[in-house]
């Protein structure tokens, strides 16, 4: 009699993990079925919002939906990932996976409301951008070096716009302090385009932000690109040297762009999305489009990667960077 019990009892499981999968399955194939939401946790006008909107409509056929990009700024890139690790796994709510508040965030900010290694389920890495440190087209700080020897002289009294505490432009800004031995006010705003609005408007000396956030101004002559915090030197303005030429190697962060969703997000959907982001990433429009915004299309990486990638800069940030940057008072 027992044995027919058990015997009864693994079929039942059998037949429901059968009908699980099959309605897994189902739901993947017809996924999606409306518009999906990918947040942008920074504010317009700043690199991930100008990566976002210059190629999801790419994205968009190849995962043949609807995209709706939403602007949610605020704590360097923490509320919007916050919002969306708490969202339902459907598929149909996404974030742009960016380093600052996955790697950086919960290692420099307090009580971050989410666990970037448990709390999300990453799909891709799509790119990598670089900053630059800039003034503005009036500044007296024509070189780096300027800029260097008078923040020596005047503790404190120089201004800087990053986006965030725990953000990688103001992570730049510290690492970049601490090995020039000298102390630069991090100001914090939502977004590249409010630190260098900010920036032009007189209210910082200097600012960390990226390319497409400053471009225009700089051809337009309104801002001056002191270094490029990249391997290399950019393209387009050659001239410019990087902080590595300088001396300043350490200062070199580039930020990852990716795609995650909240935990438990089902894989099938998973991997829609890893397929149409790696098709995506491959059409030479998009290509042109990165490297003009100056940034680089990494190798694929899926979400595995991306996540293993993350994790251990999160750790090379609280073991390396943290314990080297001054004491806050």
């Known amino acids: ?55 999801s409509e790419f994205m968009a056929s190849h995962v043949k939906a609807t995209i709706i990009l939403v602007n949610k700024p605020g704590g360097g890139g923490v509320v919007g990932t916050s919002f969306v690790a708490n969202a339902k796994p459907d598929g149909y709510t996404l974030v742009s996976a960016n380093s600052d508040p996955l790697s950086m965030s919960p290692v420099f900010t307090p009580n971050v409301p989410y666990n970037p290694e448990k709390d999300i389920t990453y799909i891709a890495k799509l790119a990598a951008f670089a900053f630059t440190i800039a003034v503005r087209g009036d500044s007296p700080f024509k070189t780096l070096e300027e800029a260097v020897a008078f923040a020596k002289a005047n503790p404190k009294k120089l201004k800087c716009a990053v986006m965030g505490i725990g953000s990688t432009p103001h992570i730049i800004l510290e690492v970049f302090n601490r090995d020039a031995k000298m102390e630069i006010t991090p100001v914090p705003f939502d977004s590249g385009g409010e630190s260098v609005t900010n920036l032009l408007g007189g209210h910082t000396d200097l600012c960390v932000v990226s390319l497409p956030s400053l471009k225009s101004h700089v051809l337009a002559g309104k801002a001056r690109i002191l270094a490029f915090c990249s391997p290399k030197r950019i393209s387009d303005f050659p001239e410019i040297p990087t902080m590595g030429e300088k001396g300043y190697q350490k200062s070199s962060i580039a930020t990852g762009v990716g795609l995650a969703g909240p935990k438990g997000l089902p894989p099938a959907i ?50 390396e960077i943290v314990p080297s940057l001054p004491a806050k008072k």
């Open 1 to 55: 009699m027992k044995r027919r019990t058990g015997t009864r009892t693994s079929i039942i499981l059998c037949v429901t993990l059968v009908c699980l999968l099959w309605v897994a399955s189902s739901q993947a194939q017809d996924y999606p079925k409306g518009p999906v939401q990918i947040v942008i946790p920074f504010g317009p006008g700043g690199l991930t919002d100008i990566f976002w909107r210059s190629t």
């Open 270 to 319: 998973v991997s829609k999305w890893e397929e149409a982001m790696d098709r995506t990433m491959k059409d030479p429009k998009v290509i042109e489009i990165i490297e003009k915004l100056g940034g680089v299309v990494v190798d694929f990486k899926n979400g595995e990667g991306y996540k293993k990638e993350l994790m251990t800069y999160l750790q090379m940030f609280k073991e």
